[in-house]
């Protein structure tokens, strides 16, 4: 009689990322209590990288399942990942991050044990040492737009999760009808999901768990990226831009990573606005960030004199 399996490990590749035999190798160096499965989904279209992936699968000790399909798209290899996996767990990574706890799989599996109302579970990015500039900025718009989604701080429940760094049930998955949408080809993909099980109250938490992300991305790229996410919240819902996070204003970070944040929010916004066929209120989205930027400086600095006079009171000395 075959041992149940622990976990399903899914991941969607297009074979072109330097960081996939790094993420096998520390996949091989989990350790759990019970065996697991990896399923190496590629949607590349291409026999070439299917036979390397198969080279490069072949290096490592693991339970591994290599499947082609002839479509692309990220959730498209998601949802036949669901329906191909053995076990009732799934975690869906992506293929440019590697794990650098051996005992995440195990974690993972132990807060859905503890916790059978959960229906996911996520955590975040953490950087390599030698992380460059622009891995940097997108490591802070990912993180910021991550725990904006926290719900409740109390229990950290969220209304979403990162589609790169989650576990989930595959019964809830299966008994609620939820997939990831396959039509949707912008960035944020797994946002649709996220969306539907909060509409049908499913729990999602948001726990201290990390893995390391190493996207590599260019100035062309990270522009691309951010203005195809923003076009998948425009598909996603009819949010008007009042969410803008001000990141010009960000503490702590120096004036021109700041003003390179602030572009890229822009980058983000426009793309929204063009998918809406609204591509000229990015310039009220402009002015209303100017004087909201303005009004929040003045907040900040009626604030810090105002802490100044309190602490002079406090002391005793002459205002």
């Not at 729990?203 to 076009?231: A, C, D």
């Not at 822009?266 to 960030?289: A, C, E, P, S, T």
């Amino acid at each position: 009689m075959n041992t149940p399996l622990s976990i399903s490990v899914i991941v969607p590749t297009l074979g072109k990322s330097s960081v996939l035999h790094a993420l096998l190798k520390s996949l091989s160096e989990q350790k759990t209590e019970a065996p697991f499965e990896v399923l190496l989904i590629d949607n590349s279209q291409d026999p070439e990288v299917a036979k390397n992936l198969k080279s490069v699968c072949s290096v490592f000790s693991l339970n591994l399942k290599q499947i082609v399909i002839e479509s692309k798209g990220v959730n498209e290899a998601r949802n036949v990942g669901i329906k191909e996996s053995q076990s009732n767990l799934l975690l869906f990574i992506d293929d440019d991050s590697w794990l650098n706890d051996r005992y995440l799989l195990q974690k993972h599996i132990q807060l859905h044990l503890k916790n059978e109302n959960y229906f996911a579970i996520g955590g975040n990015y953490v950087l390599e040492k030698d992380a460059g500039f622009l891995d940097q900025c997108y490591q802070d718009i990912q993180m910021r737009w991550l725990y904006q989604g926290v719900v409740n701080l109390e229990s950290n429940q969220s209304k979403y999760l990162i589609g790169g760094h989650f576990s989930a049930k595959k019964e809830l998955l299966t008994r609620f009808s939820l997939q990831f949408d396959p039509v949707i080809k912008y960035g944020g993909s797994e946002l649709s999901l996220f969306n539907q099980a909060f509409k049908q109250n499913l729990f999602m938490r948001l726990e201290n768990l990390s893995l390391v992300h190493v996207p590599h991305v260019s100035l062309k790229g990270l522009i691309k990226k951010l203005y195809k996410q923003g076009q998948g919240k425009a598909y996603l819902n009819d949010d008007d831009g009042s969410s803008s996070q001000h990141s010009a204003l960000v503490e702590g970070v120096s004036l021109a990573k700041r003003s390179f944040l602030y572009f890229l929010n822009l980058v983000f916004w426009f793309g929204f606005y063009q998918q809406k066929n609204k591509g000229l209120l990015i310039i009220r989205h402009i002015f209303k960030d100017f004087f909201g930027n303005i009004q929040l400086k003045r907040f900040q600095t009626l604030k810090k004199i105002e802490d100044q006079l309190e602490q002079k009171k406090n002391r005793g000395d002459r205002l």
